[in-house]
C-alpha cells in the first residue's frame, strides 16, 4: 500500500540556510501524525513543500503515492491544508466562508450546502452562519477552518500549528474533530509545539535544525529517552540534538538547539517565524 | 469554471461588503472629471488688459475699441506713460499691455486703404507670424507677464488673434492684409473640457483597474488566505481571472459614469460609434489588468501594490501620454518614454471616436492588443501557483 506521506532526502534551502536538510519520512494512511520541532526546525516548510506551496532544493516527496515533482496539481486534488493563519475571510460570513471552500475544490453546489449544514451543525454554529467570521471566538474559527479544509474529503490533511492562541479546552475541541476527521479514513499531518498535543498523536517525529531526530509513538519516545512526558522527551531530543534520545543519527551534535521554553502551552503565542524568510512580511 | 465562478463570488461578497471603498471608487472618478474639466481649462476669460495709446489718433482708437471689444479681454484701465508699465505689472493690474506708438494712424492710413477686418468673437482665429513684424516703429507693440510662462502663451496667441481681427499688420504696405482665417473642426469652441474628459477616462481605467486588482491580490498575500487557495486544485488563471472579474465591472462603471458626467456638466459630444469605444476600451481595461497584476507579483504587501499602482499608473498617464501636455510637442526622450504608456495608443483612439466619429484605429488597437497580451501572459506566468516569487 501507498504511504500518505512519504519523503526521502527532502531538502530546502533559502541562500546558504539550509530549513529542510535531507528529510525521510513515511506516513502510513490512517495515522495521526504529529510532526514536532522547536521553532525554526524547518515544520513549516516542509509542509509547504508537501502541500506544493515551495519547490524542493533537493530530494522527493511521494503524497498518497504520488510524486511531488511531477504530479504536483494531481496531489492539491487528495489534499487538504491549513496554515499557522487559519485562512479564513474576516469580512466573510460563516456560510461564504463554507462555500468558497467547497468551490475552489470544484464541488458541486448541493454537496457544498449538504457538507457546510453538517459542519455548522457539528461546530454548533447553525445560528451564526451568517455572521461574519471576524465576529466568531478564535477557538470557533480554528475548527471552522479545520471543516473547511477538510470540507473536499481530502486524502490527507495538512495542519501547520493549527490551535496557536486558544486555551486547554478549545485545543481539546479542536483535537476532537482531527479525530473525526481521521476516523473517516483522512490521514493527519499535524505540526504543533504543545507537547500535550503531541500525545494525541498516534506516532510523532521531532525535527531539530532541518533534521528528524526522534520517530516513534509516544509511549516508544518515552521509553527510549526515559522522560515522563512528551515536553521532557521533546526537550531531551531537543538538547542532544538526537544523540541522547538515540532513535536515529543525528547529523549533527546540536547541542542546545533553539528549544528555550517556546513549547510550553501558550508560549509564543503558537506562532513560528518563518525559516529563511519564506515571507518577508512576518518579520 | 466553477472555481472561477467561486472565485469571482467571493471577490464581489469583499467588495459588497466594503461599500465606503466600493464609494470612493465610484465617487473619486467623478469627482475627477469634475475637478479636472474646470480645473486644466486652457481657456482665457477676462484677461485684464491695459492699454497705453500714444498716438491718440482716430485709428488708434479704434483699434483699442475693436481689441476690447473681444469677449476674453477685460479693459484694466489706460495708462499714461511708458514708466507706469512695470509697476503696474508688479502690482498685477495686468496681464497683459498693448502699446500704440505715436504714427500708428498714419501707418494705417498710408496703407492703400485695406480694409479692417472684424473680430468674429464666436470663432478663435489663429494668427500667421506676419502680423505684428517686430521691426517697424509704428508697430503695436505687446507686453505679457510671463511669469506664468504657459499663461503667457495662450494669452500671447489670444492678443495676436485680437490684433488681427481688429487692425491689421502695418507692416506691407499695399500687401492685402494677411487674415488668416482658421476654422477649427470638430471642437469649434476649443473647450477644453471636450479634450480632457476623454483624456480622464483614459486615466481613471487605468489607475482603478490597476490598483484595485494589485490590492486585491496583494491582501491575501498579507492575510495568507492566498497560501490556502494556492494548495486547491485551482489554476492560476482561473484564479487570476475569478478575482480581477469584479473590478472590470467597477472599472467599466466608472468609464460610464466618467462620460455621463462629462456629457451632463460638460456637454461632451459623442460622434462615433459606441460599440467601437466599448472594444478598444476592453483592450485599454486588459492592459490595465495586466499591469495591476504584475505589480502584485512584484509587490509583497498592499502598501506596495498602492504606490507602484499609483507611481506606475496617474503620474505617466498624466503626463506623458498626451493627456495634458501635446505628446507632438515633447522633447523625443519624454516621447520614447511615453510610446512604452498604453494610454499614448488608447487617447487618440478615445478622443477620435467621441469627437471626430472616426471608428477604425489599426495601429493603436493592434498595440494596445500586443500589451494586452504580454502583461497578461508575464503576470499569470509569474503568478506560478507557488508562494516564491
Given at each position: 500500500?501507498?504511504?500518505?506521506?512519504?519523503?526521502?532526502?527532502?531538502?530546502?534551502?533559502?541562500?546558504?540556510?539550509?530549513?529542510?536538510?535531507?528529510?525521510?519520512?513515511?506516513?502510513?494512511?490512517?495515522?495521526?501524525?504529529?510532526?514536532?520541532?522547536?521553532?525554526?526546525?524547518?515544520?513549516?516548510?516542509?509542509?509547504?513543500?508537501?502541500?506544493?506551496?515551495?519547490?524542493?532544493?533537493?530530494?522527493?516527496?511521494?503524497?498518497?503515492?504520488?510524486?511531488?515533482?511531477?504530479?504536483?496539481?494531481?496531489?492539491?486534488?487528495?489534499?487538504?491544508?491549513?496554515?499557522?493563519?487559519?485562512?479564513?475571510?474576516?469580512?466573510?460570513?460563516?456560510?461564504?466562508?463554507?462555500?468558497?471552500?467547497?468551490?475552489?475544490?470544484?464541488?458541486?453546489?448541493?454537496?457544498?450546502?449538504?457538507?457546510?449544514?453538517?459542519?455548522?451543525?457539528?461546530?454548533?454554529?447553525?445560528?451564526?452562519?451568517?455572521?461574519?467570521?471576524?465576529?466568531?471566538?478564535?477557538?470557533?474559527?480554528?475548527?471552522?477552518?479545520?471543516?473547511?479544509?477538510?470540507?473536499?474529503?481530502?486524502?490527507?490533511?495538512?495542519?501547520?500549528?493549527?490551535?496557536?492562541?486558544?486555551?486547554?479546552?478549545?485545543?481539546?475541541?479542536?483535537?476532537?474533530?482531527?479525530?473525526?476527521?481521521?476516523?473517516?479514513?483522512?490521514?493527519?499531518?499535524?505540526?504543533?509545539?504543545?507537547?500535550?498535543?503531541?500525545?494525541?498523536?498516534?506516532?510523532?517525529?521531532?525535527?531539530?535544525?532541518?533534521?528528524?531526530?526522534?520517530?516513534?509513538?509516544?509511549?516508544?519516545?518515552?521509553?527510549?529517552?526515559?522522560?515522563?512526558?512528551?515536553?521532557?522527551?521533546?526537550?531531551?531530543?531537543?538538547?542532544?540534538?538526537?544523540?541522547?534520545?538515540?532513535?536515529?543519527?543525528?547529523?549533527?551534535?546540536?547541542?542546545?538547539?533553539?528549544?528555550?521554553?517556546?513549547?510550553?502551552?501558550?508560549?509564543?503565542?503558537?506562532?513560528?517565524?518563518?525559516?529563511?524568510?519564506?515571507?518577508?512580511?512576518?518579520? | 469554471?466553477?472555481?472561477?465562478?467561486?472565485?469571482?463570488?467571493?471577490?464581489?461578497?469583499?467588495?459588497?461588503?466594503?461599500?465606503?471603498?466600493?464609494?470612493?471608487?465610484?465617487?473619486?472618478?467623478?469627482?475627477?472629471?469634475?475637478?479636472?474639466?474646470?480645473?486644466?481649462?486652457?481657456?482665457?476669460?477676462?484677461?485684464?488688459?491695459?492699454?497705453?495709446?500714444?498716438?491718440?489718433?482716430?485709428?488708434?482708437?479704434?483699434?483699442?475699441?475693436?481689441?476690447?471689444?473681444?469677449?476674453?479681454?477685460?479693459?484694466?484701465?489706460?495708462?499714461?506713460?511708458?514708466?507706469?508699465?512695470?509697476?503696474?505689472?508688479?502690482?498685477?493690474?495686468?496681464?497683459?499691455?498693448?502699446?500704440?506708438?505715436?504714427?500708428?494712424?498714419?501707418?494705417?492710413?498710408?496703407?492703400?486703404?485695406?480694409?479692417?477686418?472684424?473680430?468674429?468673437?464666436?470663432?478663435?482665429?489663429?494668427?500667421?507670424?506676419?502680423?505684428?513684424?517686430?521691426?517697424?516703429?509704428?508697430?503695436?507693440?505687446?507686453?505679457?507677464?510671463?511669469?506664468?510662462?504657459?499663461?503667457?502663451?495662450?494669452?500671447?496667441?489670444?492678443?495676436?488673434?485680437?490684433?488681427?481681427?481688429?487692425?491689421?499688420?502695418?507692416?506691407?504696405?499695399?500687401?492685402?492684409?494677411?487674415?488668416?482665417?482658421?476654422?477649427?473642426?470638430?471642437?469649434?469652441?476649443?473647450?477644453?473640457?471636450?479634450?480632457?474628459?476623454?483624456?480622464?477616462?483614459?486615466?481613471?481605467?487605468?489607475?482603478?483597474?490597476?490598483?484595485?486588482?494589485?490590492?486585491?491580490?496583494?491582501?491575501?498575500?498579507?492575510?495568507?488566505?492566498?497560501?490556502?487557495?494556492?494548495?486547491?486544485?485551482?489554476?492560476?488563471?482561473?484564479?487570476?481571472?475569478?478575482?480581477?472579474?469584479?473590478?472590470?465591472?467597477?472599472?467599466?462603471?466608472?468609464?460610464?459614469?466618467?462620460?455621463?458626467?462629462?456629457?451632463?456638466?460638460?456637454?461632451?459630444?459623442?460622434?462615433?460609434?459606441?460599440?467601437?469605444?466599448?472594444?478598444?476600451?476592453?483592450?485599454?481595461?486588459?492592459v490595465?489588468?495586466g499591469l495591476?497584476l504584475l505589480?502584485?507579483?512584484?509587490?509583497?504587501?498592499?502598501?506596495?501594490?498602492?504606490?507602484?499602482?499609483?507611481?506606475?499608473?496617474?503620474?505617466?498617464?498624466?503626463?506623458?501620454?498626451?493627456?495634458?501636455?501635446?505628446?507632438?510637442?515633447?522633447?523625443?526622450?519624454?516621447?520614447?518614454?511615453?510610446?512604452?504608456?498604453?494610454?499614448?495608443?488608447?487617447?487618440?483612439?478615445?478622443?477620435?471616436?467621441?469627437?471626430?466619429?472616426?471608428?477604425?484605429?489599426?495601429?493603436?488597437?493592434?498595440?494596445?492588443?500586443?500589451m494586452a497580451?504580454l502583461l497578461l501572459a508575464l503576470s499569470?506566468?509569474?503568478?506560478?501557483?507557488?508562494?516564491?516569487?
Amino acid at each position: 500500500m501507498d504511504h500518505a506521506v512519504k519523503a526521502e532526502g527532502l531538502t530546502r534551502r533559502f541562500g546558504d540556510f539550509t530549513a529542510v536538510d535531507r528529510l525521510d519520512l513515511a506516513v502510513a494512511p490512517g495515522e495521526i501524525f504529529g510532526f514536532l520541532g522547536a521553532n525554526g526546525a524547518g515544520k513549516t516548510t516542509a509542509i509547504r513543500m508537501f502541500c506544493g506551496l515551495l519547490a524542493p532544493s533537493e530530494g522527493e516527496a511521494w503524497i498518497d503515492g504520488l510524486s511531488l515533482s511531477r504530479s504536483a496539481e494531481a496531489i492539491k486534488q487528495r489534499i487538504g491544508y491549513m496554515s499557522q493563519r487559519f485562512s479564513l475571510y474576516d469580512d466573510l460570513t460563516i456560510e461564504e466562508n463554507i462555500e468558497f471552500s467547497g468551490g475552489i475544490h470544484g464541488m458541486p453546489r448541493a454537496e457544498i450546502r449538504r457538507v457546510g449544514a453538517a459542519l455548522t451543525a457539528r461546530l454548533g454554529l447553525e445560528r451564526a452562519r451568517g455572521r461574519l467570521t471576524r465576529e466568531v471566538p478564535l477557538g470557533f474559527k480554528q475548527r471552522l477552518a479545520l471543516g473547511c479544509a477538510a470540507l473536499h474529503r481530502p486524502r490527507i490533511l495538512f495542519l501547520d500549528e493549527p490551535t496557536g492562541g486558544v486555551d486547554p479546552l478549545a485545543r481539546r475541541e479542536f483535537w476532537d474533530l482531527i479525530y473525526e476527521t481521521a476516523a473517516e479514513g483522512t490521514t493527519v499531518f499535524v505540526t504543533t509545539h504543545y507537547m500535550d498535543e503531541a500525545e494525541y498523536c498516534g506516532r510523532v517525529s521531532i525535527m531539530v535544525r532541518g533534521r528528524i531526530t526522534a520517530l516513534g509513538s509516544p509511549a516508544q519516545l518515552k521509553r527510549q529517552t526515559g522522560g515522563a512526558t512528551m515536553e521532557e522527551v521533546f526537550l531531551r531530543v531537543v538538547e542532544g540534538g538526537g544523540e541522547r534520545g538515540g532513535i536515529l543519527p543525528a547529523a549533527d551534535g546540536a547541542g542546545g538547539a533553539s528549544a528555550n521554553g517556546a513549547m510550553g502551552p501558550g508560549a509564543n503565542g503558537g506562532k513560528e517565524p518563518n525559516p529563511g524568510g519564506a515571507r518577508g512580511e512576518e518579520a | 469554471m466553477k472555481r472561477l465562478l467561486a472565485i469571482a463570488r467571493k471577490e464581489l461578497r469583499h467588495i459588497l461588503r466594503d461599500p465606503r471603498s466600493l464609494l470612493v471608487a465610484l465617487v473619486m472618478p467623478a469627482a475627477m472629471v469634475v475637478l479636472y474639466g474646470y480645473g486644466i481649462d486652457t481657456e482665457l476669460r477676462d484677461l485684464p488688459l491695459g492699454i497705453l495709446d500714444e498716438d491718440r489718433t482716430e485709428a488708434s482708437r479704434a483699434l483699442i475699441r475693436r481689441v476690447l471689444a473681444s469677449e476674453f479681454i477685460r479693459d484694466a484701465g489706460r495708462i499714461e506713460r511708458r514708466a507706469e508699465i512695470e509697476p503696474a505689472f508688479r502690482r498685477e493690474r495686468f496681464r497683459a499691455v498693448m502699446v500704440v506708438p505715436p504714427g500708428y494712424g498714419e501707418a494705417e492710413l498710408g496703407s492703400s486703404g485695406a480694409r479692417v477686418s472684424r473680430a468674429d468673437p464666436a470663432r478663435i482665429q489663429a494668427l500667421s507670424q506676419a502680423s505684428l513684424p517686430a521691426s517697424n516703429q509704428a508697430q503695436v507693440q505687446l507686453l505679457i507677464d510671463g511669469a506664468d510662462a504657459s499663461t503667457a502663451a495662450i494669452v500671447e496667441s489670444y492678443l495676436r488673434a485680437a490684433l488681427a481681427g481688429a487692425g491689421r499688420g502695418a507692416g506691407e504696405a499695399g500687401a492685402p492684409p494677411a487674415d488668416p482665417r482658421v476654422r477649427i473642426l470638430f471642437n469649434p469652441e476649443l473647450e477644453s473640457a471636450h479634450f480632457i474628459v476623454p483624456g480622464l477616462v483614459a486615466v481613471i481605467l487605468i489607475m482603478i483597474c490597476a490598483l484595485l486588482t494589485s490590492i486585491a491580490i496583494t491582501r491575501e498575500k498579507e492575510t495568507g488566505t492566498m497560501e490556502q487557495v494556492l494548495t486547491t486544485p485551482v489554476r492560476p488563471a482561473q484564479l487570476v481571472l475569478g478575482k480581477v472579474a469584479p473590478y472590470l465591472l467597477i472599472a467599466i462603471a466608472d468609464a460610464i459614469l466618467v462620460l455621463a458626467v462629462g456629457r451632463i456638466v460638460f456637454h461632451v459630444p459623442m460622434r462615433g460609434s459606441w460599440g467601437a469605444l466599448a472594444g478598444y476600451s476592453f483592450l485599454y481595461l486588459m492592459v490595465a489588468l495586466g499591469l495591476g497584476l504584475l505589480i502584485s507579483t512584484v509587490a509583497r504587501s498592499q502598501r506596495v501594490a498602492m504606490t507602484v499602482a499609483l507611481v506606475a499608473t496617474m503620474l505617466p498617464t498624466i503626463i506623458l501620454s498626451g493627456f495634458v501636455f501635446p505628446f507632438a510637442s515633447m522633447p523625443w526622450p519624454l516621447q520614447a518614454l511615453g510610446r512604452v504608456i498604453p494610454a499614448t495608443y488608447y487617447l487618440p483612439i478615445i478622443r477620435g471616436i467621441m469627437l471626430t466619429g472616426r471608428a477604425w484605429y489599426p495601429l493603436e488597437g493592434a498595440v494596445l492588443a500586443g500589451m494586452a497580451v504580454l502583461l497578461l501572459a508575464l503576470s499569470i506566468r509569474r503568478f506560478g501557483t507557488r508562494l516564491e516569487a
